[in-house]
């Protein structure tokens, strides 16, 4: 496969996810890493555009990867109609779930980004591009402990990050 397009910069415009599951792709191709999956209405800074990729870093996790341009709105989706109760009461409910997990995912990012080298979590990928596995400090006793799932995440920690806000 040719490399991709030149990117063309478009500073600091913030988008939103369209869709579930939307995959954060270490490279503009269809066949490049997945870094993440994102969720609707989740914002993005834009960082570049190549083709029909857009070079994306995601506001709460400031992960940076490539997500297909179609993927991508200018405002964020609209409440469902007809889901029963008022868009404040539906929000208000949704707001406290969402936010943990969001700020779980904050204080996972955070973790992997202070640790020093590539193989935090298993799931990463080392710098040959061979999966972490079984070498990641994750697994490994002693030393640093870095957070890479959501059980590894307390009330006390969420409750921790808010104190600090």
């Known amino acids: 496969m040719g490399s991709p397009a030149p990117i063309a910069r478009a500073a ?40 029909p990729w857009t070079h994306v870093r995601h506001t709460l996790t400031r992960r940076e990867g490539w997500v297909q341009a179609r993927r991508l709105r200018d405002a964020p989706p609209e409440p469902e109609a007809g889901s029963g109760a008022a868009p404040e009461t539906r929000a ?30 298993p ?13 990641a400090a994750y697994l490994r006793p002693g030393g640093y402990a870095p957070l890479c799932y959501a059980k590894d995440i307390t009330p006390g920690m969420i409750a921790a990050y808010r104190a600090e806000r």
């Open 92 to 121: 208000a409910k949704a707001a406290p779930a969402a936010d943990a997990a969001a700020i779980a995912k904050l204080l996972i990012a955070r973790s992997i980004a202070a640790y020093p080298g590539p193989c935090a979590c």
């Open 123 to 135: 799931y990463q990928s080392a710098r040959n591009g061979s999966s972490c596995g079984k070498r």
């Open 12 to 51: 600091g415009e913030v988008r939103y996810i369209a869709g579930r599951g939307v995959p954060l792709r270490a490279e503009p191709q269809d066949g490049g890493a997945i870094l993440d999956r994102y969720g609707p209405g989740q914002s993005v800074e834009v960082l570049g555009r190549s083709g």
